[in-house]
């Protein structure tokens, strides 16, 4: 499946926030970003936070709506989140703001930046190489339902609209490697195989597993652990 953005536009809904939705409904039933609905309990024990690793610098390279990079930079994460789609981020964006001008989530939103583009092109720009080695890369790529699962929640379906079902999350993978990340954490249903063979651990979810790769320097060059 590939992406149908000419089905889906963003404009300001009843409330004043940004909001994804399809031409012609009505407005107020599209999706919109509120960092206040996430819920950060027990959050140094979500498998996600849990996969990514010590504390430090992050790139979410499929950030969507910035919900995984909302709870990784409560955890205490630096984030740039990375979106290809255009209207996406612009709801990103706007619900980025707004989080910036509520006293109760200022804090966490000043710990996420946005970039807007393609990630195979960007892993590489986004942060410096030096920078690179010690960080995390995060993916949560689009992939297609499985047969007969229920219906998924509208703001996923809209995104799906959006990008598409990501079919190149292996070269992600593979940018992120040449890219010299430290950790490259992908977020995958339990179903499905691993994305760049047997990861160095995996860390299992209710809903669905992360794989962690893992590499190492020497002499300057990058490969995986043992």
């Known amino acids: 499946m590939t992406g149908t953005s000419e089905r889906i536009g963003a404009h300001i809904d009843p409330a004043g926030r940004m909001e994804l939705i399809e031409i012609g409904e009505r407005a107020g039933t599209g999706a919109c970003v509120d960092f206040r609905r996430i819920e950060l309990a027990g959050i140094s024990s979500q498998p996600l936070v849990k996969a990514c690793g010590p504390k430090g610098l992050l790139v979410d390279a499929t950030a969507g709506f910035g919900g995984d990079a909302w709870i990784l930079a409560a ?17 990103l964006d706007d619900g980025i703001s707004r989080a910036k001008t509520d006293p109760a989530l200022a ?16 892993l590489a720009k986004v942060l410096p190489e030096d920078a690179r080695r010690h960080a995390t890369l995060y993916l949560d790529p689009m992939y297609p339902p499985k047969e007969g699962s229920a219906l ?8 799906r609209l959006a990008v598409g079902d ?27 195989p691993h994305l760049d063979g047997t990861p160095h651990h995996e860390i299992e979810g209710k809903l669905a597993r992360f794989d962690v790769y893992i590499s190492h320097t020497t002499n300057g060059r990058t490969g995986p652990s043992e």
């Open 166 to 192: 990501g079919p190149d999350a292996a070269e992600l993978v593979a940018a992120g490697r040449a890219a010299h990340y430290r950790r490259i954490v992908v977020k995958r249903p339990h179903h499905a």
């Open 75 to 91: 955890a205490g994460f630096d984030v740039t989140c990375i979106e290809r789609s255009l209207v996406v981020a612009a709801v």
């Open 152 to 159: 998924a929640p509208k703001p996923i379906r809209l995104i």
């Open 107 to 122: 804090a966490v939103a000043k710990r996420i930046e946005l970039k807007v583009g393609e990630a195979a092109h960007l």
